[in-house]
């Protein structure tokens, strides 16, 4: 993003995306399929993160840039094709449920000059929000975009990159997650262990995405918690999920965390193996993303391995560009 910005152009969403892909495998596995599906799905790929037990986080995300128009920041999380009246937004929200995952956008920010003029006055540890590392590349789930398209559709793109969470920080975290409180009260106890314990690999994967949606959620004045609960998904983590819309158009908790598995899907153990995927699957989309075990040693022949995927992603922090650099709004 600013090798492109640096020579006086823009980055684009598929150019950002093989880029990233490329640098980070053979430590992470990807497929790209030929077909394009984005009109229909509003979605590019499938991430899946998958530990070495088996346990697993998929996502059905669709890329987008953070954009300066004049002196406003946006992302166009309202896009509509011709002639179709549904928003990207709410085809990705739908197409979600085709393989019973959470829809998400991985958002690119560019680098930190680049995002010298966004205004955003909430800070993160005391750091100015478009300030923080690594979230050049970041990931939010499409219920805190539909929140911010709902609340202020103008400044819905600062709201959302805000709440977003750098793609680094989760495939290869620091510290101990700090506890989810839920609005909801009779949680199953595996559930309540999940969301109140220190979580790791994909675990704490959908629980850092799920942070700013329950956020969100105990701040709506939507009435106490629905305690009833949503149907299962076939090999969800946890099967006993409340069914507490709050202001979503989904049920929040259910569609968050039917995307944690105890089991890696079929076709997404034919991309670690290497094996041709199914049609239905190949049909659907731009392709799949898979980030095994940041744990587990990386395969690269003929020299040491990386300690993860997230070491891998480390070297892609954002670097300061010469002052000859193009700023926002700069003419190119």
Same mark, same amino acid.
């Given at each position: 993003?600013?090798?492109?910005?640096?020579?006086?152009?823009?980055?684009?969403?598929?150019?950002?995306?093989?880029?990233?892909?490329?640098?980070?495998?053979?430590?992470?596995?990807?497929?790209?399929?030929?077909?394009?599906?984005?009109?229909?799905?509003?979605?590019?790929?499938?991430?899946?993160?998958?530990?070495?037990?088996?346990?697993?986080?998929?996502?059905?995300?669709?890329?987008?840039?953070?954009?300066?128009?004049?002196?406003?920041?946006?992302?166009?999380?309202?896009?509509?094709?011709?002639?179709?009246?549904?928003?990207?937004?709410?085809?990705?929200?739908?197409?979600?449920?085709?393989?019973?995952?959470?829809?998400?956008?991985?958002?690119?920010?560019?680098?930190?000059?680049?995002?010298?003029?966004?205004?955003?006055?909430?800070?993160?540890?005391?750091?100015?929000?478009?300030?923080?590392?690594?979230?050049?590349?970041?990931?939010?789930?499409?219920?805190?975009?539909?929140?911010?398209?709902?609340?202020?559709?103008?400044?819905?793109?600062?709201?959302?990159?805000?709440?977003?969470?750098?793609?680094?920080?989760?495939?290869?975290?620091?510290?101990?997650?700090?506890?989810?409180?839920?609005?909801?009260?009779?949680?199953?106890?595996?559930?309540?262990?999940? &969301?109140?314990?220190?979580? @790791? *690999?994909? %675990?704490?994967?959908?629980?850092?995405?799920? =942070?700013? /949606?329950?956020?969100? $959620?105990?701040?709506?004045?939507?009435?106490?918690?629905?305690?009833?609960?949503?149907?299962?998904?076939?090999?969800?983590?946890?099967?006993?999920?409340?069914?507490?819309?709050?202001?979503?158009?989904?049920?929040? &908790?259910?569609?968050?965390? @039917? *995307?944690? %598995?105890?089991?890696?899907?079929?076709?997404? =153990?034919? /991309?670690?193996?290497? $094996?041709?995927?199914?049609?239905?699957?190949?049909?659907?989309?731009?392709?799949?993303?898979?980030?095994?075990?940041?744990?587990?040693?990386?395969?690269?022949?003929?020299?040491?391995?990386?300690?993860?995927?997230?070491?891998?992603?480390?070297?892609?922090?954002?670097?300061?560009?010469?002052?000859?650099?193009? =700023?926002?709004?700069?003419?190119?």
């Amino acid at each position: 993003m600013t090798g492109m910005l640096d020579a006086g152009g823009m980055f684009r969403e598929v150019a950002a995306t093989q880029v990233l892909l490329s640098t980070t495998s053979p430590r992470i596995r990807f497929v790209e399929f030929a077909a394009d599906e984005e009109k229909e799905n509003g979605a590019d790929w499938l991430w899946w993160w998958v530990d070495r037990d088996g346990t697993c986080y998929g996502l059905l995300v669709q890329a987008k840039i953070l954009k300066l128009h004049g002196k406003r920041w946006s992302i166009d999380f309202s896009y509509k094709t011709r002639g179709d009246d549904r928003t990207q937004l709410s085809k990705l929200i739908n197409a979600a449920n085709h393989f019973h995952v959470p829809a998400a956008y991985v958002l690119y920010c560019g680098d930190s000059q680049y995002r010298s003029t966004l205004t955003c006055d909430r800070a993160h540890d005391d750091v100015p929000c478009r300030e923080r590392d690594r979230v050049g590349v970041s990931a939010v789930s499409a219920l805190v975009a539909e929140t911010a398209v709902g609340l202020d559709v103008r400044n819905a793109g600062v709201s959302a990159f805000h709440d977003a969470v750098p793609v680094e920080d989760i495939t290869s975290p620091d510290g101990l997650d700090a506890p989810i409180v839920p609005l909801a009260r009779g949680l199953a106890k595996d559930l309540d262990r999940f &969301l109140r314990q220190p979580q @790791r *690999g994909s %675990r704490r994967v959908a629980k850092e995405l799920l =942070r700013p /949606v329950q956020r969100i $959620r105990n701040g709506q004045f939507a009435g106490a918690a629905v305690m009833e609960h949503a149907a299962p998904v076939t090999g969800a983590l946890f099967e006993n999920v409340p069914n507490d819309y709050g202001h979503f158009s989904v049920p929040y &908790l259910a569609h968050m965390l @039917r *995307g944690l %598995r105890a089991e890696v899907p079929d076709y997404v =153990r034919d /991309v670690l193996e290497g $094996r041709t995927l199914p049609t239905w699957v190949t049909d659907q989309l731009g392709g799949i993303v898979v980030i095994p075990d940041a744990d587990a040693p990386a395969v690269v022949p003929g020299r040491a391995s990386d300690s993860g995927a997230g070491r891998r992603l480390s070297g892609l922090r954002e670097t300061p560009r010469p002052p000859h650099g193009r =700023r926002p709004g700069q003419a190119a």
